[in-house]
């Protein structure tokens, strides 16, 4: 199991032994937001950072700078209807049970959150706070990341027809 790895990355594994293949997909305005918030907290203090020069980035400045369709870039090569089950971030916890249940887990691991942040110390400057967001940003930002949001789009599609539930295979061989 790893994340953020773009599916070329894997693909000759996936080719090879044919394993379980499991995507979690965020709303993709609210993965530009977070990556955003994340991005300046990291760079704070720290002028060797390679991103510091964007450490005074409003949202729609790092929005247009950053890698628009993060999620089509990562599933490059591979449909949705080749994946074996697709979890939204939104629902993490009914998804991350779903998934269990599908694998025939007994006792289902915890998740753990490992990316919790809090985004508010006083010595980080934000030059977009969460507060000024609004929807025309929102809307903006959607638009730059056009594709992905097709793409979660049809994902939440496929899940509303039940479609990685009904077509999961739990005999599919895993190493």
Request: with cysteine.
């Amino acid at each position: 199991m790893h994340g953020h790895l773009r599916f070329y990355h894997i693909e000759k594994i996936y080719k090879l032994r044919q394993p379980f293949l499991i995507a979690w997909m965020r709303n993709p305005v609210d993965r530009v937001i977070s990556n955003y918030y994340f991005m300046i907290h990291a760079v704070h203090g720290k002028p060797a950072h390679p991103h510091y020069s964007k450490r005074n980035y409003s949202l729609l400045e790092y929005a247009n700078d950053s890698i628009p369709n993060k999620m089509c870039h990562y599933l490059e090569g591979i449909s949705l209807d080749k994946i074996d089950f697709v979890g939204f971030q939104e629902s993490f916890n009914y998804d991350f049970l779903q998934l269990s249940a599908l694998l025939g887990w007994k006792t289902p691991l915890a998740p753990e959150y490992l990316n919790e942040r809090e985004y508010e110390p006083e010595s980080v400057h934000y030059p977009t706070k969460p507060e000024q967001i609004d929807e025309s940003m929102r809307s903006k930002i959607s638009l730059i990341n056009q594709q992905d949001m097709e793409l979660y789009h049809r994902a939440e599609e496929y899940r509303q027809k039940n479609y990685w539930v009904n077509n999961f295979n739990p005999k599919k061989h895993v190493f």
